[in-house]
């Protein structure tokens, strides 16, 4: 009898954890929904550019998977690290990488304090509130979150596979950040770091549905935050992609990169990007930072598997 009670307590308690954590996964997923990409193929790289690691051009094939459709909050973080107790590398450190107007091109500075709740300093009166992409993260805080979630970072070619939408430009929409007269992303206008025009509305962070979706319904596709990706950056990922289209005749299938490194891919571009330094906002420009780095522009969402 006491062998029958243990063991009932026992599953009570593991049905308590499992149910608790199917409400969680079922409550993130209603605050951002999971879009349904379906696969197929596109022509990743350009020829033309002044950056090598973005060439050759190569045919990727891509399966089935869903995606987010905004980037990660910071308020659905906030939930993240409330039901996990999970610490971020920037809380861990105490500073966050940090820029703001009036700074030179290419400056960034540790900002005791910033965080994820306060990307750019507890002192700080720029605003940012629970509606706007979570940064100040790592890419092993992003990891963390989505496998939380029972999700991953997206590869990088899945990232630009979604981001593109079956667009063959520079942006979802074309090859002007503008469509019809009106900025479709937020990155930074201005002659330099010093002043910014803030022709597309924002200075700095956006809320993560302030400008329209692309066609198949993701905001923020591009601009805003550079996006994490699961790869480990290589300049030479094209080449050996292209290479090995050459022998097969085929596409690439889903390819994950490199197998270690030090460093993630970024794609997208951010508030920061602007035309006179980075340049890299868009569908072609791969960024990269350390595993360990949180930037006060950097984000993430998260893919989930097609098992069907």
Known sequence: MKNILQFILILAIFLSFALS???FIYKQEKENKLIFVKGGTF???RIVTKRPDESPVHRVEVSSFYYQETLVTQRQYKEFTKQSGYITTAETKGACLISVEGMKDWEWFEKKGANYLHPFGIDSEIEVNEDYPVVCLSYLDAK?????????LPTEAEWEYAARAGSKERFPWGESPTFNGKYMLNFWQGEDHKNANSKDGNKYLSKVKAYPPNV????????NVWQFTDDFYDPLTYLQASEMEKETGKPIKDPKGPLDGNKKVTRGGSWWCSEKTCNGYGLYFRGKVFTYSAFNNNGFRCVKDNNN
């Open 144 to 152: 963390a979150y989505c496998e939380y979630y029972q999700m991953r």
């Open 21 to 23: 954590a199917s409400y």
């Open 216 to 223: 198949w319904g993701i905001y923020d596709a591009v601009g």
């Open 43 to 45: 022509t990743r790289g």
